[in-house]
T-cell receptor, first 115, second 114 residues
Framework: GAVVSQHPSRVICKSGTSVKIECRSLDFQATTMFWYRQFPKQSLMLMATSNEGSKATYEQGVEKDKFLINHASLTLSTLTVTSAHPEDSSFYIC???????????FGSGTRLTVV | AQSVSQHNHHVILSEAASLELGCNYSYGGTVNLFWYVQYPGQHLQLLLKYFSGDPLVKGIKGFEAEFIKSKFSFNLRKPSVQWSDTAEYFCAVINTSGTYKYIFGTGTRLKVLA
């Protein structure tokens, strides 16, 4: 199956700054990647679907201007949390859907702490 | 709206005990069903999946799940748990009507006592 690398694994940033999280599909050309957010003791919530070469599709309630997604190539999608606030502290996970299969491969996640 | 319910939020078992984690979904159409496991400090890993055919699905590490369509359920089972099964388990559903979006349950945190 696909191998997905996510970087950084942990990041601490000051309130008001922006943070970029990278998601790379190492051995698979991913036209679609997904970004999830997981709050403590809660399930993963889909934030947006990242489409290579076009705009991301955001889920209801997710601010597109705050969570900027760029999928410039078939192997890289980035999520930028802009003007981060403490309430943005969470675990962010990306995933790749391999064509022809519904088995997703997940990245190892990024724990963001905004202080 | 589509949803997935996992009734047990925390489960504590002794080694060798049997495990059953409940998962119910609400969606009237065709679905594919999954169980994922997240070990402490690690990323989500696929345990097993159901697409069609035999409703009893066997996955890795001795886990199995049974799809009961009439009950909208896909419960996860393991006859004898080990300490290394301590993890969080997520049930997920994907509808095959075109959106292909995962809907995850809230997860069940399993602790196995040695």
């Amino acid at each position: 199956g696909a191998v997905v690398s996510q970087h950084p694994s942990r990041v601490i940033c000051k309130s008001g700054t922006s943070v970029k999280i990278e998601c790379r599909s190492l051995d698979f050309q991913a036209t679609t990647m997904f970004w999830y957010r997981q709050f403590p003791k809660q399930s993963l919530m889909l934030m947006a679907t990242s489409n290579e070469g076009s705009k991301a599709t955001y889920e209801q309630g997710v601010e597109k201007d705050k969570f900027l997604i760029n999928h410039a190539s078939l192997t890289l999608s980035t999520l930028t949390v802009t003007s981060a606030h403490p309430e943005d502290s969470s675990f962010y996970i990306c995933s790749v859907l391999e064509d022809g299969s519904y088995g997703y491969t997940f990245g190892s996640g990024t724990r963001l702490t905004v202080v | 709206a589509q949803s997935v319910s996992q009734h047990n939020h925390h489960v504590i078992l002794s080694e060798a005990a049997s495990l059953e984690l409940g998962c119910n979904y609400s969606y009237g159409g065709t679905v594919n069903l999954f169980w994922y496991v997240q070990y402490p400090g690690q990323h989500l890993q696929l345990l097993l999946k159901y697409f069609s055919g035999d409703p009893l699905v066997k996955g890795i590490k001795g886990f199995e799940a049974e799809f009961i369509k009439s009950k909208f359920s896909f419960n996860l089972r393991k006859p004898s748990v080990q300490w290394s099964d301590t993890a969080e388990y997520f049930c997920a559903v994907i509808n095959t009507s075109g959106t292909y979006k995962y809907i995850f349950g809230t997860g069940t945190r399993l602790k196995v006592l040695a």
